[in-house]
């Protein structure tokens, strides 16, 4: 087998555990979950059957449960003995102070009584390196799989994150090194995707980002429609003034999405679905026929550059499902639809950024 090793440094803290939420556990099923989102956002081809088989791209890399297709064509490893500092968060917490609105799961309500639950989580500023073993195969076959590994791991490394509440910054992740021994085709290709992280000023840093992502659309066909989230020239990044400390820069990320939900209350549907309203006992859901959650187009990341943390808003292009409104009380009741105009919330809440100080940064200005 051919290897892959790669470094990640945690720029916020990441709850990330196994089936004991009380201990902070590097769970590899759920990075690989990680891994598979950004394949799928970036390759347009993610679920087309290749030629002269019964296998889709996406199934060729990451494996199927579908029967005798088996293991994808990588095996993932966490290296050994990696000690990694973590806490548990119970209640109020100093590190985590005004960032209540993005840590609300560390509470739960029962019989209208507040219970403190306990969650593990790494600190951040630490490394953690992560092995990966592609399996041999035919040249066609290894080219178009190291593609698909090397965009994954990249774009995670870049504006990916892990663990709960990764869509509002935690868990953020910055790649920091990777590299493969006696592979001169897969490190041609590392070579060709820079680092943004090595870099001391945003400009830079989107600068070095748009030049890997014009590498990646030249990798992967472009999609011909929207079925979910992907990353293309139609994404935007909304950037302010970094803060000094992970905690400030998501303090302004949270202040900024709950301004946006308190002054424009039915826009905030286009952030996120579903949505409960206990005091009214309804729920805003998607239609049956379109899932059960919607997930939000726009994703927050915080981003470390020097001694700055820089709180980042993505919008992906995302596809938009029917609305409707359920009475939690008497679930048989019909529901009723609801007209949402997505694209103009979501206009909405690009300009309530643009008020708060987040600059949009226009490809066309780095390349």
Not at 206 to 231: C, D, K, M, V
Not at 265 to 292: C, F, S
Request: net charge positive; charged share 25%; proline share 5%.
């Amino acid at each position: 087998m051919n290897e892959l090793q790669v470094t990640f440094r945690l720029t916020t803290p990441l709850f990330l555990s196994g089936a004991d939420q009380a201990k902070a556990e590097l769970h590899l099923p759920s990075i690989k979950g990680a891994l598979r989102f950004w394949y799928r956002a970036i390759n347009g081809n993610f679920n087309r059957f290749i030629p002269a088989t019964q296998q889709t791209y996406e199934e060729e890399l990451f494996g199927s449960p579908r029967s005798n297709l088996g293991q994808g064509r990588f095996l993932l490893r966490s290296r050994m003995n990696q000690s990694l500092d973590c806490a548990i968060l119970e209640g109020r917490d100093r590190l985590f102070a005004g960032l209540s609105y993005f840590t609300f799961f560390t509470k739960d309500k029962d019989h209208d009584q507040e219970q403190k639950q306990k969650r593990a989580y790494f600190h951040a500023n630490q490394t953690f390196t992560l092995s990966f073993l592609l399996r041999s195969g035919k040249e066609e076959e290894q080219l178009r799989n190291w593609q698909g590994l090397l965009a994954s791991i990249w774009l995670l490394g870049h504006i990916g994150g892990l663990g709960y509440r990764n869509r509002k910054g935690f868990g953020s992740l910055a790649l920091e090194h990777w590299h493969v021994t006696n592979l001169p085709i897969p490190q041609q290709m590392i070579n060709q995707l820079p680092i943004a992280h090595r870099a001391k000023r945003p400009k830079d840093w989107f600068q070095s980002f748009y030049r890997g992502l014009s590498i990646l659309n030249q990798w992967f066909p472009a999609f011909q429609n929207e079925r979910h989230t992907i990353i293309n020239d139609q994404a935007a990044f909304y950037l302010p003034k970094g803060e000094t400390t992970w905690n400030a820069a998501l303090k302004k990320g949270a202040y900024t999405l709950q301004q946006f939900r308190k002054r424009f209350k039915k826009d905030r549907l286009a952030l996120g679905l579903p949505m409960n309203v206990e005091q009214k006992d309804i729920a805003y859901r998607p239609n049956k026929r379109d899932g059960d959650r919607m997930p939000s187009p726009a994703i927050s990341r915080v981003i470390h550059l020097d001694k700055k943390f820089y709180p980042i808003y993505m919008i992906l292009p995302s596809p938009f499902p029917e609305v409707v409104k359920e009475n939690t009380k008497n679930p048989d009741a019909p529901a009723d639809k609801q007209n949402i105009h997505f694209g103009i919330a979501l206009d909405r809440f690009t300009k309530h950024l643009e008020e708060k100080g987040f600059r949009k940064q226009r490809k066309e200005l780095y390349l």
